[in-house]
């Protein structure tokens, strides 16, 4: 079966530094990965995607992941954290048999970026 | 082009009582999924329809149905509403993976806030 775990529920850092929120996954098959950020009473807003190619992809906001099919990771990064980055983020796979679109997300980890 | 647009935005019910959620995905998308969001349980994937037909659905009771209209539209029901159904009930649009490559991602709706007294 499909599953995400995200380890961390709550990331700190400080503005300037680099981030990284952890996921880890396990499907049968190719993996399709995906990264999502929920800001506070809003739904959730794509952020970048895994299907093939390089492991490292690059999304939206100076975020990127990288792809370790070795150590099934799909670790979300970005090198200078922003206060505005604080949010939820979510991780997700996308079930790549015969059920498709149907995701199965992570708990979810709340990024908090200080001043 | 206009985002996933979901209907209303806050709703309160009393316990006993049926809701009606909607959905009105980005033009173009004809796969239309819905998931439960709440603190503890994180999101859970309830349904999703395809050419007004349910192709996949979640561990959820009878109480929670759904259609898809012609033009991708979706609703979703609830009835007899128990406290626990209090939640934010996302809906999600993408466009269908069986037609190519299997690489499109959802695009979410803003919610619906759900709170059952």
Known sequence: AQSVAQPEDQVNVAEGNPLTVKCTYSVSGNPYLFWYVQYPNRGLQFLLKYITGDNLVKGSYGFEAEFNKSQTSFHLKKPSALVSDSALYFCAVRDGGNNFNKFYFGSGTKLNVKP | ?117
């Open chain 2, 1 to 117: 082009k206009a985002g996933v647009t979901q209907t209303p935005r806050y709703l309160i019910k009393t316990r006993g009582q049926q809701v009606t959620l909607s959905c009105s995905p980005i033009s173009g998308h004809r796969s239309v999924s819905w998931y439960q969001q709440t603190p503890g349980q994180g999101l859970q994937f309830l349904f999703e329809y395809f050419s007004e037909t349910q192709r996949n659905k979640g561990n959820f009771p009878g109480r929670f149905s759904g259609r898809q209209f012609s033009n991708s539209r979706s609703e979703m029901n609830v009835s007899t509403l128990e406290l626990g159904d209090s939640a934010l009930y996302l809906c999600a649009s993408s466009l269908d993976p069986t037609s190519g490559a299997p690489s499109y991602e959802q695009y979410f709706g803003p919610g619906t806030r759900l709170t059952v007294t």
